[in-house]
């Protein structure tokens, strides 16, 4: 009987197979971040979004 | 202690699988379809942030490849019996029903989620939509109920444009209905040529493809007349203001060259041992017919970027 070993092919396959998840949630979380930025971009680049926290504050307490 | 040894361990088919077993569940050559319909969608419909596109773009790939792992999931059972699709994961042995399941399910979800986040409600919803229909109602309904189960089913693949289209607009608009029903009419010839190819496999595991319950004659009838009424409507997209002058000229010619595929087929009449050679050369064109269609579209949207195309009729 052949005795099961670091380089059996089992390992190699289920290596492989997490190398391959571990990409894609790398990949994921850089996707969610890079979309992030370019919405915020988008808020940034729009006057509503530019009103300071002290007057979204009064605007909030005032109920608009 | 136990004694462990290699002749205990299970062998690559036995349920282990490998990560490339998992990704051909996802059914990645229907998927590179879609994603280049639906990226065609997306820049037809005049752009989004390149990384909101590319987002976009993954999602809805994301989703098809996971009504893909559905229907591989539901079908398994007649995979296994098709020499076409024996060598699939799970009549391999590659990957367990159970698994199937829960990665179609699960990437349903995330898809659907994430593509609402990324760009809008109406595409989510779309997305949503196109996974149900292509799980639920073509592949546990129609396809083994009726021969008319790749004309309705074929919806499921006709929506990724329209889907892209919403991803950028937030609206469902004539010109991604055109777009839709392009791919909606070339479904029908596009299958009926691989099935009457593939009569014998169909006809063993009972699904009632076309050629199996009508015969060839009734098939080849219906592949030419689809193919004639999918003519007019593969140029309609050129006279809206997604197309132009590369589309209009490219999506005449390939109709007309797929109408004449079509017609050598609708002649014909298959003998014993037949090579089926116009049949798999219709199959073939129809592939390189809808990439150079939905191809045009995105080169007249850059060429429209680049110089304009001032005067161009808008007439739909």
Redesign the interface.
């Given at each position: 009987?052949?005795?099961?070993d670091n380089e059996?092919?089992?390992h190699k396959?289920?290596k492989?197979?997490n190398t391959?998840?571990l990409a894609l949630l790398l990949g994921f979380a850089m996707?969610l971040f890079?979309?992030t930025?370019?919405?915020l971009g988008e808020n940034v680049a729009n006057p509503s979004a530019s009103v300071s926290w002290g007057e979204s504050l009064m605007n909030w307490m005032q109920g608009e | 202690m136990t004694d462990i040894s290699a002749t205990s361990i299970p062998t690559r088919k036995a349920g282990d699988a490998e990560f490339g077993d998992y990704f051909r569940l996802l059914k990645p050559r229907v998927m590179s379809l879609v994603v280049f319909t639906a990226f065609a969608g997306i820049v037809a419909a005049g752009g989004e942030h390149p990384v909101v596109a590319l987002a976009s773009l993954l999602c809805i790939a994301v989703g098809a490849g996971a009504s893909g792992a559905l229907n591989m999931w539901f079908d398994s059972d007649i995979d296994a019996a098709m020499s076409r699709t024996q060598d699939r994961p799970i009549p391999a042995g590659a990957v367990d029903r159970g698994e199937a399941l829960s990665l179609g399910l699960g990437l349903s979800a995330l898809s659907v989620a994430m593509l609402a986040l990324f760009a809008n409600l109406l595409a989510a919803g779309l997305l949503a939509f196109t996974i149900f229909f292509y799980a639920v109602i073509y592949t546990m309904w129609l396809k083994r109920s009726t021969p008319q189960n790749i004309v309705i089913g074929g919806a499921a693949g006709a929506f990724p444009p329209m889907i892209g289209w919403a991803a950028v607009t937030g609206e469902v608009t004539t010109t991604s209905v055109l777009l839709f029903l392009v791919i909606f009419l070339w479904t029908p010839p596009h299958f009926w040529a691989l099935a009457l190819f593939r009569n014998a496999d169909y006809a063993r595991v009972g699904v009632p493809m076309l050629p199996v319950v009508a015969g060839e004659a009734a098939t080849r009838k219906q592949i030419f007349i689809y193919t004639l009424i999918l003519l007019p409507v593969a140029v309609a997209p050129a006279f809206t203001s997604a197309g132009g002058p590369i589309y209009l000229v490219v999506a005449t010619w390939a109709s007309l060259r797929f109408l004449s595929d079509a017609r050598q087929v609708s002649n014909r009449v298959s003998g014993p041992d037949d090579a089926f050679g116009p049949e798999k050369r219709l199959f073939g064109t129809s592939i390189i017919y809808l990439f150079a269609v939905f191809g045009a579209l995105i080169a007249d949207a850059l060429l429209r970027a680049l110089i304009g195309l001032f005067g161009w009729p808008v007439w739909i």
């Open positions: 009987m052949m005795a099961l059996h092919d089992l396959r289920r492989g197979r391959a998840v996707l890079a979309v930025i370019v919405k | -």
